[in-house]
């Protein structure tokens, strides 16, 4: 059973303008929320994370939010930019900031086009 | 430029097989992980050490997997007998207690 789930396989949106995915989880317990890059072939790249502690958690263009309450978050990159292209990955953790196993979505393709 | 190192990048064998896989973790890195990536799973959790120590390795089937950290800087996954159903891309990741885990490039697995 999934506890992390990326319900849009896909996202296209145009250069310049605002990406935003979304994640959903069904576990209470978890506690860390960490969001993920990866280009074909290969391995994930670590982008940002959050603790349950708060709701929104920001690095440049990139901004986490945390709605716990309705167990959603979301990641926002504004603007932007082709070389965003790749999977995005949501991964949550039950162990907080203590790094511990991760629960991964299926992801979700972005392509940013000029 | 640090980063987790795995090998083989790609390993294709007959069903039967013994296959290695091995990873060097980030120096300095006291936590690594071994995660499969298929199309239907995703990525899942096959085991994971701290301070070469096993954490959690249920993620494993244990007739024929086994993860090891025989010292500080060399993890190893073993698959014997391989199976069909083990194709996927297998990740290593490393990190220390607090934070995130970086990840290697993977070795992608196929089992014919």
């Known amino acids: 059973d999934q506890q992390v789930k990326q319900n849009s396989p896909s996202l296209s949106v145009q250069e310049g303008r605002i990406s935003i995915l979304n994640c959903d989880y069904t576990?209470?317990?978890?506690?860390?929320f960490l969001w993920y890059k990866k280009y074909p072939a290969e391995g994930p790249t670590f982008l940002i994370s959050i603790s349950s502690i708060k709701d929104k958690n920001e690095d440049g263009r990139f901004t986490v939010f945390l709605n716990k309450s309705a167990k959603h978050l979301s990641l926002h990159i504004v603007p932007s930019q082709p070389g965003d292209s790749a999977v995005y990955f949501c991964?949550?953790?039950?162990?907080?900031?203590?790094?511990?196993?991760?629960?991964f979505g299926r992801g979700t393709q972005l392509t940013v086009w000029p | 430029d640090a980063r987790v190192t795995q090998t083989p990048r790609h390993k294709v064998t007959e069903m039967g097989q013994e296959v290695t896989m091995r990873c060097q973790p980030i120096l300095g890195h006291n936590t690594v992980f071994w995660y499969r990536q298929t199309m239907m799973q995703g990525l899942e959790l096959l085991a994971y050490?701290?301070?070469?120590?096993?954490?959690?390795d249920s993620g494993m089937p244990k007739d024929r997997f086994s993860a090891e950290m025989p010292d500080a800087t060399l993890a190893t996954l073993k698959i014997q007998p391989s199976e069909p159903r083990d194709s996927a891309v297998y990740f290593c990741a490393s990190g220390l207690v607090r934070g995130a885990a970086f990840f290697g490039q993977g070795t992608r697995l196929t089992v014919v």
């Open positions: 576990n209470s317990m978890f506690d860390y």
């Open positions: 991964a949550a953790s039950d162990t907080g900031s203590t790094l511990g196993r991760l629960y």
């Open positions: 050490f701290r301070n070469r120590a096993p954490l959690d």
